[in-house]
């Protein structure tokens, strides 16, 4: 089993969703939460994580310097020592120390091609560009901004849409479908067994 921590900053559709494939879906007797992490105290994913039981920790990352909240993040690493980190809408740049301490272990959900469009704002981007489609990436994370080598992909048709929620609903129902599916390719892959 690898060992999994999530982390999440908001509402933690993914994070929860990769949990549920834990228990019932194609990540069961693969991979097991470890730890789930927040940088934001109001984090609503905080309280759903925490009745199901899980370890649940929350280090605010308001006012803090990088490099000095990352480092308190790998001590508390230290206690849980996952094999890999699961990013799910974790709105926070990791610096170099924190990702050469993982290197190759990170995995990110990225709403949009990675090579056409990094950073935020990707599903308002697809919208105001009048996209037919954009794509869901999963891609391991390296010192770039989603740059880092990608894992899978998925289409998402925006034919159609109306609005931006629109375009965020049919977006999220490809990401629930593909993030799972990439961990388990990560972490079934011969190469990666520990
Ligand atoms: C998702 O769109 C994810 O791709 C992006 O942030 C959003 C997080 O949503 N990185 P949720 O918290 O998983 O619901």
């Known amino acids: 089993m690898k060992k999994i921590a999530l982390f999440a900053s908001g509402r933690g559709s993914n994070l929860m969703n990769i949990l549920a494939s834990m228990q019932n879906g194609c990540l069961a007797n693969l991979a097991e939460a470890v730890l789930v992490f927040s940088n934001q105290p109001q984090a609503p994913v905080l309280a759903k994580a925490e009745a199901l039981g899980l370890a649940v920790h929350c280090i605010p ?33 990791l610096s170099a120390p924190f990702v050469a301490a993982y290197a190759g272990r990170i995995v990110n959900i990225h709403p949009a091609d990675t090579q056409v469009h990094q950073g935020l704002g990707a599903y308002k981007w697809a919208f105001e560009q009048g996209l037919e489609e954009t794509k869901i990436t999963v891609h391991l994370v390296d010192q770039g901004l989603d740059t880092g080598p990608i894992i899978a992909q998925a289409p998402v048709n925006l034919a159609g849409v109306k609005d931006l929620a629109e375009v965020e609903r049919r977006g999220l129902a490809v990401e629930h479908q593909l993030y799972p599916q990439a961990l388990y390719q990560l972490f079934s892959s011969s190469k990666n067994k520990q």
């Open 61 to 93: 990352s308001r006012g803090k310097k990088r490099l000095d909240f990352d480092a308190e993040v790998l001590d508390l690493l230290e206690k849980y020592r996952p094999d890999y980190i699961v990013l799910a809408g974790y709105m926070r740049v």
